[in-house]
């Protein structure tokens, strides 16, 4: 079936330093979306992207979805304390958005040292 | 309602009982998931609904497992003869129309079995 990993599984970083996490789908999607999740929390919607190679930023966070829609990433720049927590990528597999069942990757671990 | 609401938050059950735990999406929200999350994982897709349709039920560990949503609203997971092993948080989600932009999480139900 269709699996979603992550990497890294745990990130640790002082505050101010750059992250990265990376997505990668066994199979085309037909959307990414990515969740925050803080310790005790539930996942929380971030955005979504669609189209093959879309490029989407929030302020401090830049999302990418990659040209074969199998895989993405989410760069934060200048990390801050208030951004501690999971990162979950999730997409629909398949050619047409809800089509199919949401999936969510393994998540990676944020750690913020001030 | 405001937003989705899991009941109970907590339940801790002996060994062989069955539960049920009940699931109240965002009002007029057509697609309902159930996820189990273990601690420090992401979140793993159960099954999902749209309306009182069942979707996709190939996340269901095994046929001790069943959910319904017999109205298109209010959904219920079931778990009978429960094992140790079911000891999880499990957690609903809802999407406004199949494949919407987000999901939308509850609180989760914590369910240790003893």
């Known amino acids: 079936g269709q699996q979603v990993m992550q990497i890294p599984q745990y990130q640790h970083v002082q505050e101010g330093e750059d992250f990265t996490t990376y997505c990668n789908s066994s199979?085309?999607?037909?959307?990414i979306q990515w969740y925050k999740q803080r310790p005790g929390g539930h996942p929380v919607f971030l955005i979504q992207?669609?189209?093959?190679?879309e490029v989407k930023k929030q302020k401090r966070l830049t999302f990418q979805f990659g040209e074969a829609k199998k895989n993405s990433s989410l760069h934060i720049t200048a990390t801050q304390t208030t951004d501690v927590g999971t990162y979950f990528c999730?997409?629909?597999?398949?050619?047409?958005?809800?089509?199919?069942?949401?999936?969510f990757g393994t998540g990676t671990r944020l750690q913020v040292f001030p | 309602g405001a937003g989705v609401s899991q009941s109970p938050r907590y339940k801790v059950t002996k060994r062989g009982q069955d539960v049920a735990l009940r699931c109240d999406p965002i009002?007029?929200?057509?697609?309902l998931y159930w996820y189990r999350q273990a601690l420090g994982q992401g979140p793993e897709f159960l099954t999902y609904?749209?309306?009182?349709?069942?979707?996709?039920k190939s996340g269901l560990p095994n046929d001790r497992f069943s959910a319904e949503r017999p109205e298109g609203s209010i959904s219920t997971l079931t778990i009978q003869r429960t094992e140790q092993r079911d000891s999880a948080m499990y957690r609903c989600?809802?999407?406004?129309?199949?494949?919407?932009?987000?999901?939308?999480f509850g609180q989760g139900t914590r369910l240790t079995v003893v």
């Open positions: 992207l669609v189209k093959s190679g």
């Open positions: 989600a809802s999407m406004g129309l199949p494949g919407d932009t987000e999901a939308f």
């Open positions: 009002s007029g929200h057509v697609s």
């Open positions: 999730a997409g629909h597999e398949g050619q047409r958005i809800g089509t199919d069942k949401l999936i």
């Open positions: 199979t085309t999607l037909s959307n």
């Open positions: 609904f749209n309306y009182e349709a069942q979707q996709d």
